[in-house]
């Protein structure tokens, strides 16, 4: 089978909370095999609770490769993962983030909190301040980010933001809709998410 071209390595952001809506951790397990089936790699923050811990097991029993990067302090804790394909620790968030960067082609936002936001942000940011120009989608099931994508919305017309930084991310508010515009922008770059590595 052939590699994934442009998309081979994708970063997953997402909740660790156990308390969420039963259609949360059913989307993540089913997004998290259908990317494993297509051979795409798996970054996220390498814990094993809330989504982020259905995120990593369901990549893994399709037989995906996940890589959780974890700083030092939440790994005292006892939240990591011990079953990864590769698990980095790394002093703090900061080079965290950083690495997940590295790591990944393109970048899924998942339902989250403050975490999740912070990262969404950032990763926003930097596309924004073009320090990279990799896809990032916004899973928006059940309207999740709906108050977002107002807020993002509210900060153009205000003038703190500019029309083009509507761009800088795409919404999807299904699965099927989520792979639809992965596909489309593997395509569009000469590769394809239907291979296996």
Known sequence: MGLVLSL??????????????????V????????????????VYGGGHVGLMG????????????VVGIIPEHIRAQEVQHNGLTELIVVPNMHTRKRMMVERADAFIILPGGFGTLDEAFEILTWKKL?????????????????ELIALVDKTIVEGFAQPSDRTLFQ??????NLFALLDERSVSEGGSLTGRM
């Open 8 to 25: 081979a390595s994708i970063c997953v952001y997402c909740g660790s909370s156990n308390l969420v809506a039963e259609p949360f951790k």
């Open 27 to 42: 989307s993540t397990r089913v997004i998290a095999t259908e990317l494993a089936q297509r051979g795409v790699r798996v």
């Open 54 to 65: 259905i995120l990593a097991d369901a990549a893994l029993e399709a037989g995906g490769k």
């Open 130 to 146: 073009k320090l990279h120009n990799k896809p990032v989608f916004l899973f928006n099931e059940r309207g999740y980010w709906n």
């Open 171 to 176: 919404i999807a508010d299904s699965v099927e």
